[in-house]
């Protein structure tokens, strides 16, 4: 079964930086390309950023560009999320899922506020 356990969530101040790690176990991580979501309060959830299998090619939605990086380590089945210059408009629950998706995790809650 998979499980995805997303962590390192908080409350930052604008201009501030996380890092979110997402452990996976029951899938096989290496080649399962990956995603990052995020959904605000009262909005849709939303794909942040994606990478591939062995992290070559990364996407990422306009708004978080030049400011959050994803990558991943397949040797630790972890996936991360590097968030740098955070805005308030980052305040979400933060959710990581392979692509096709499989079953949510709880998610991580990043607050952005002064």
């Known amino acids: 079964q998979v499980q995805l356990v997303e962590s390192g969530g908080g409350l930052v101040q604008p201009g501030g930086s996380l890092r979110l790690s997402c452990a996976a176990s029951?899938?096989?991580?290496?080649?399962?390309?990956m995603g990052w979501y995020r959904q605000a309060p009262g909005k849709d959830r939303e794909l942040v950023a994606t990478i591939s299998g062995g992290g070559s090619i990364r996407n990422y939605v306009d708004s978080v560009k030049g400011r959050f990086t994803i990558s991943r380590d397949n040797a630790k089945n972890t996936l991360y999320l590097q968030m740098n210059t955070l805005k308030p408009e980052d305040t979400a629950v933060y959710y990581c899922n392979t692509i096709p998706n499989n079953g949510w995790g709880k998610g991580t809650l990043v607050t952005v506020s002064s």
């Open positions: 029951g899938i096989i991580f290496s080649p399962s390309r």
